[in-house]
């Protein structure tokens, strides 16, 4: 079996605190952040456990994973795990970057999102160096508001050429809606833009959500995705494999990347390639305007 895990914890809070993000304001006690910690623990030894499937991993916490040791030791071993082919994770990427070398970089994915209001851009660029120098394929993000336009095409210029820069389309929240401008100012850093800022109609639609990919909380309830409610099962259930079949989208449309992604009539695995999870596009599509395919 091939089975990719979105995996998110009870972690919920952010050394980060962005006005639009509530996860910043919020701090864990001792005793949750031990929790955490456990939960974590118990879904590696299970991902460790299942060496006759193919696996992969992608932590999309609420809040900031990195800056917590656990997480960056989950990261170290599961890519040194031959059965799993890929480990990646959203990050502010604040953290120090020492534990990279206990990884196997060709496995370890970072999807980085760049906050201007938090940090310098040449930090963050820093970084994305290292990231670099170590062997480590990463995409580079910022939050679409148009307040950052300046920020993102700063942020274009000084990123290698070939490195990926995603900018999240803000769908809610938006002073005033995106003008057709602003839809080319942000297109014009990020290609694939336009296929961001567009909630995909999903309802009844076939979605690899609840048969090879599936999203995994800290008690380890599965869901299809992060963004439909029911549960399918428990992973630590010992018949949970039988849980995993196809299922109809049953919401009306789907606005999220790490959502949308897998839906098969888009056909962006043909876009990500093996870069699918840290959100890194197959070099020469998003140079050539694929987006204008999946507007």
């Given amino acids: 079996m091939k089975l990719t895990v979105l995996y998110r914890g009870p972690l919920s809070s952010c050394n980060y605190g962005c006005e639009y993000c509530p996860f910043g304001k919020w701090k864990h006690t001792e005793e949750e952040l031990a929790k955490d910690r456990a ?17 992969s991993v992608f932590f999309t916490p609420w809040g900031e994973a990195l800056i917590w040791p656990w997480y960056q030791q989950a990261l170290a071993r599961l890519t040194r795990l031959a059965h799993v082919e890929r480990v990646a994770v ?3 990427l604040s953290c120090h970057l020492d534990w990279v070398k206990d990884c196997r970089a060709e496995k370890l994915g970072i999807w ?28 580079a993000g910022m939050v679409g508001f148009t307040r950052f336009a300046e920020e993102a095409e700063a942020l274009r210029r000084e990123l ?3 490195a990926y820069l995603w900018i999240n389309a803000v769908k809610d929240g938006q002073e005033e809606p995106y003008t057709a401008e602003d839809i080319a100012r942000f297109t014009a850093v990020d290609p694939l833009f336009p296929v961001n800022n567009v909630r995909h109609p999903s309802l009844g639609r076939a979605c690899k959500g609840g048969e090879s990919v599936i999203s995994v909380d800290g ?7 992060h963004f439909i409610d029911e549960a399918i099962g428990n992973i ?38 093996s870069g699918i999870l840290e959100r890194v596009p197959v070099k020469p599509l998003w140079r050539e305007g694929v987006a204008a395919r999946a507007e």
């Fill in 39 to 55: 939960d974590l623990e118990r879904f590696v030894s299970w991902v460790e456990a299942r060496t006759g499937d193919t696996m």
């Fill in 219 to 225: 008690e380890g309830t599965a869901r299809r995705c």
């Fill in 236 to 273: 630590y259930a010992p018949d949970f494999d039988q849980a995993l079949r196809p299922r109809p989208c049953s919401k009306a449309t789907c606005g999220c990347h790490i959502g949308y992604v897998h839906m098969d009539y888009l056909e962006l695995d043909r876009v990500f390639g």
């Fill in 112 to 139: 980085a999102t760049y906050h201007p209001e938090w940090t310098k851009r040449h930090r963050f660029l820093a970084k994305c160096e290292t990231l670099s120098s170590l062997g480590v394929r990463y995409s």
């Fill in 160 to 162: 290698p050429e070939d």
């Fill in 90 to 92: 959203q990050t502010n």
